[in-house]
């Protein structure tokens, strides 16, 4: 079973900068690993929204319009880990950020994984 555990969001000025970090365990991708690593982001009473992703080749990262040239997502595979560097920041990023990883594990078992939510703030 994959298991992802964020960390780093907090309270941060307007014009700052957070490093969200999701540490990845129970995840074996074997040989060709395939599978998409993710950022969402969700206030109260509103859906999830879609921050960032890419995939597990490192191709094409996607990035929610908002966010475009102000945040970025890595990974480092070394230690199964992977991060949202925000710069920038806005009162309106403030909300409670998850990640997710999903994809099929080297048995070819499909996985779907969300961390717990770190709380991000960004006062004006």
């Known amino acids: 079973e994959v298991q992802l555990q964020a960390s780093g969001g907090g309270l941060v000025q307007a014009g700052g900068s957070l490093r969200l970090s999701c540490a990845a365990s129970?995840?074996?991708?074997?040989?060709?690993?395939?599978?998409?690593i993710g950022w969402f982001r969700q206030a109260p009473g509103k859906e999830r929204e879609g921050v960032s992703c890419i995939s597990s080749r490192g191709e094409n990262p996607y990035y929610a319009d908002s966010v475009k040239g102000r945040f970025t997502i890595s990974s480092d595979h070394a230690k199964n880990t992977f991060y949202l560097e925000m710069d920038m920041l806005r009162p309106e990023d403030t909300d409670v950020y998850y990640c997710?990883?999903?994809?099929?594990?080297?048995?070819?078992?499909?996985?779907?994984?969300w961390g717990q939510g770190t709380q991000v703030t960004v006062s004006s």
């Open positions: 129970g995840f074996s991708g074997g040989p060709e690993p395939d599978y998409a």
């Open positions: 997710n990883m999903r994809g099929r594990s080297g048995d070819g078992s499909p996985f779907n994984s």
